[in-house]
């Protein structure tokens, strides 16, 4: 998969590929004058694309003082190409080029980047993308904790096992499997009988025809699963593999991308703007942020450009 999306996002880099990915896009989405729009777009559509490729590659190359700066515009920029492919006069506002997001300016002495919270904003470009790529109109509170958003990142689980003896995921599938297998013990963490539990579970599996076993329930997953699918499955980049979320305290109507994004923002704000909390966690007196915040920018370095590169294939398929 990853071999193809980097092959995929080569490929548009130029103004005849571009176009044609936009046109494709365009007609799927029964956008009047469809050619049109794509010739005009092109050029904007493959330099989004190839400077925020080049974002990421120079991030890659960078001491960790600097990755989240490059990191964060890489990713804006290739959202902003998933949103030109969908929607031909973006940006329509300047609301839209805000980052949709806020954050305390000032870090307490005491500060903790886990437990540490960034506030939602109605306009930016933040809500704009949740709603147009992903269809989230509202988030669950305004204001989310970066804890939160980390434990949503299968990639990231084994450290929070290290660090605090509990797994926040399970593995359900192989991402070309056929049925989802839930561990029975999901049942007591979320306080549900089995039959309750695979009815929340029905949108993505058909609960009418279980498999039991001794620990673990299966059951046919109702169409083939998408990466890009919101919640309550994450996608595991390095082993394939989706999992499931072992407590109900994740954000389940969202999507992986949106929380990246965000974690992204929190720490380009403090890398900017909090310099000596952040030279003093990378270069002096470490704390427990500090492998979680290191291990999230090598998962978000590869894992970002495979979303949104497989996001943007869909579009042009």
């Known amino acids: 998969m990853k071999k193809n999306i980097e092959l995929f996002l080569a490929y548009i880099q130029s103004a005849e590929t571009a176009q044609k990915c936009l046109y494709t896009s365009y007609q799927k989405l029964s956008i009047k004058d469809a050619q049109k729009h794509s010739y005009a777009n092109c050029y904007q559509f493959f330099y989004y694309i190839q400077h925020g490729l080049l974002y990421y590659q120079t991030g890659k190359h960078s001491p960790v003082v600097t990755q989240p700066l490059f990191y964060f515009y890489g990713m804006t920029h290739l959202i902003k190409a998933c949103l030109l492919a969908k929607i031909p006069d973006y940006p ?59 434990k949503s990142i299968p990639e990231m689980d084994p450290l929070f096992f290290m660090h605090t003896k509990q797994t926040n995921m399970v593995k359900v599938a192989i991402r070309q499997d056929t049925n989802f297998t839930f561990p029975t013990h999901l049942l007591d963490s979320y306080h549900l009988s089995q039959g309750r539990f695979l009815s929340k579970l029905s949108p993505y599996i058909d609960p009418n025809k279980i498999k039991l076993a001794d620990r673990s329930i299966s059951c046919p997953i109702r169409q083939s699963f998408s990466i890009l699918e919101k919640g309550p499955f994450f996608y595991h980049m390095d082993e394939d593999s989706i999992y499931f979320p072992t407590k109900n305290r994740l954000p389940h109507d969202s999507h992986e991308i949106m929380h990246h994004y965000i974690l992204l923002y929190n720490l380009s704000m403090i890398a900017r703007y909090e310099t000596e909390w952040w030279g003093d966690l990378l270069h002096g007196n470490p704390t427990k942020d500090y492998p979680f915040i290191k291990s999230f920018l090598e998962v978000t370095s590869d894992k970002m450009p495979l979303y949104i590169g497989h996001y943007l294939q869909t579009l042009c398929e």
């Open 92 to 150: 329509a506002s300047t609301s839209l080029l805000a980052h949709g997001l806020s954050t305390r300016k000032r870090k307490r002495r005491d500060y903790e980047f886990l437990q540490d919270e960034v506030k939602i904003q109605q306009k930016g470009l933040f809500p704009f993308f949740a709603t147009q790529l992903f269809q989230v109109q509202r988030w669950q509170s305004d204001k989310v904790q970066m804890a939160t958003l980390l």
